[in-house]
């Protein structure tokens, strides 16, 4: 039977970033990565709107956003290849969160705790929103913050850096799908492919998305991700307006530049969960379109060109992700996952950990230990304040 030091449950972006961050700490180990589709035709990353901001209210998302953008920000050259650098195409064009009175408070709090930690967060009233941004509508709008270092990748350019990144490194992709894992009482021993493989392994990760679920009950570990099932936009407006940050609001409300027009869309989270990629076309004009030209009257005239459908891995629990081992049972057995929309995000920063835990058998560079499993199996939520 074919034994690897790691083996990794989903290739995806935060997989392929535990294999890579390996590689770095520990260019010996032996790592193997198993994915299903390496059209990663369904992985959420490439459906996804490639944003990675600051603006948190949890330390540890602090900590991992303060990481993970200048980690992408370098990526052209850090996951670059045989000389040929990667095309992640960051740009840095600034987040803004606008809110009404009542979160206002919060807002300003969670501003505070930035800018703590080295953040650059503008607490602005409704004349200084104005002020930077004059097609905006504030009615019922009490203040903002907007963060002006962060931005927004192609998602799909990320993804593929780390896996060519991997694989340079050494690591192995296998174009399988696990539907097994052995187990005993203390201990992942193997994972079963559907090809009818076996591999042993001394540590299993499961960075398997959407899917992240299944994966954990091949243990016996219950974790509450679902795939929550959202639509992402490009539409167009031939009305002018400024330069615009990537905004979002607290209805779920997010968009930002994109070429000549814009990317964006409105998340329900009433949506029922499921494994559901059919797109509802109607879903634009019906919900996305009011909202956008109400806040900014410019979009009046806009058109949708484009809808395509995406899953955030939902944390029921509280939104945050869960990145860590089951200590208390497998310790051999590593989750990195239901991240809720914040995955491309934060996967340099949860690779680095994952890969930490694995190698030295601890967290070194951010004490993730409240994202852990613990929380789940204590059922303590451990969620954002004022922040979605």
């Avoid at 991992?64 to 095309?87: C, K, Q, T, W, Y």
């Avoid at 905004?247 to 000549?260: H, I, T």
Wanted: net charge negative; aromatic share 10%.
């Amino acid at each position: 039977m074919p034994r690897h030091d790691v083996v990794i449950v989903g290739g995806g972006i935060v997989g392929s970033a535990v294999a890579c961050f390996l590689k770095v700490l520990a260019p010996a180990i032996d790592v193997a990565v198993i994915e299903p589709d390496r059209s990663y035709e369904f992985a959420s990353t490439p459906r996804a709107s490639g944003g990675a901001r600051r603006q948190f209210s949890c330390p540890e998302n602090v900590a991992m956003s303060n990481f993970s953008i200048g980690f992408i920000e370098g990526a052209d050259r850090e996951l670059a290849v045989g000389g040929e650098p990667a095309h992640v195409e960051w740009r840095r064009g600034g987040y803004l969160f606008i809110v009404g009175a009542e979160q206002l408070p919060i807002l300003a709090e969670n501003a505070a705790l930035q800018r703590s930690m080295g953040v650059r967060a503008d607490l602005l009233d409704p004349d200084g929103l104005h002020e930077r941004f004059p097609s905006m509508n504030l009615a019922g709008i009490a203040g903002g913050v907007h963060t002006p270092d962060d931005g927004w990748c192609d998602p799909s350019g990320l993804l593929q850096a780390f896996r060519r990144k991997a694989r340079s490194l050494g690591v192995a992709y296998v174009d399988d799908r696990v539907v097994a894992i052995d187990h005993d009482a203390t201990a992942a021993r193997a994972v079963r492919l559907a090809s009818g493989a076996t591999l042993a392994a001394d540590h299993v990760v499961n960075a398997a998305g959407a899917w992240a679920k299944e994966v954990a009950a091949m243990v016996g570990m219950a974790l509450p991700i679902e795939p929550l099932r959202r639509f992402e936009h490009y539409f167009e407006t031939p009305n002018a307006i400024e330069p615009l940050p990537y905004v979002k609001d607290m209805a779920r409300l997010a968009f930002r530049p994109e070429g000549r027009g814009y990317s964006g869309g409105l998340v329900d989270g009433d949506e029922p969960r499921g494994f559901n990629f059919e797109v509802d076309h109607g879903y634009f004009e019906r919900v996305v379109w009011p909202a956008l030209a109400e806040r900014f009257p410019a979009f009046e005239a806009c058109r949708c060109k484009r809808t395509w459908s995406g899953l955030y891995e939902q944390c029921e629990l509280d939104g945050n992700p869960v990145i860590g081992n089951w200590a208390a049972r497998l310790p051999n057995f590593h989750v990195a996952g239901g991240f809720s929309g914040h995955g491309m995000m934060h996967a340099p920063a949860a690779g680095r950990a994952i890969a930490e835990l694995i190698v030295h058998g601890r967290f070194t560079s951010i004490d993730l230990a409240r994202l852990g499993y613990d929380r789940v199996a204590r059922n303590e939520p451990y969620p954002e304040r004022g922040i979605v």
